[in-house]
Nanobody
Framework: EVTLLESGGGLVHSGGSLRLACEAS????????IGWFRQAPGKAREGIVC?????????????YYADSVKGRFTISSDNAKNTKYLQMDDLKPEDTATYYC????????????????????????WGQGTQVTVSS
């Protein structure tokens, strides 16, 4: 079965950095698109990064970063560990939220990565979430 284990959250001061990890089991990450979402208490879940394994030249490929995190957050992969990472730099208090990773088989996607980040329902498999708190 597809399972995701997210870790790396914590408490940091404004301007600090954290690296979140999304460890996969039951599937090969290279065959799945990944979405990073965050949710603050009382607010809707927000897509901040969505990335395909397909090249950016493909209509359904590339990587999308929300304007709120572009230039501060970056994604990377360690295929040997079947793990993907979200590096978060220059963190701000407004980044405080529970962060989730989610995946969807690449073969099932027929929309852009920007569209994937608009809807939590675009992803069928979710991690348990990890809390990120940024103090002023």
């Amino acid at each position: 079965e597809v399972t995701l284990l997210e870790s790396g959250g914590g408490l940091v001061h404004s301007g600090g950095s954290l690296r979140l990890a999304c460890e996969a089991s039951g599937f090969i990450f290279d065959d799945y698109a990944i979405g990073w979402f965050r949710q603050a208490p009382g607010k809707a879940r927000e897509g901040i990064v969505c990335a395909s394994t397909l090249d950016a030249g493909h209509v359904y490929g590339g990587t999308y970063y929300a304007d709120s995190v572009k230039g501060r957050f970056t994604i990377s992969s360690d295929n040997a560990k079947n793990t993907k990472y979200l590096q978060m730099d220059d963190l701000k208090p407004e980044d405080t939220a529970t962060y989730y990773c989610a995946v969807q088989p690449t073969r099932e996607i027929r929309v852009t990565m920007a569209s994937m980040c608009l809807y939590v329902t675009a992803f069928d498999h979710w991690g348990q979430g990890t809390q990120v708190t940024v103090s002023s």
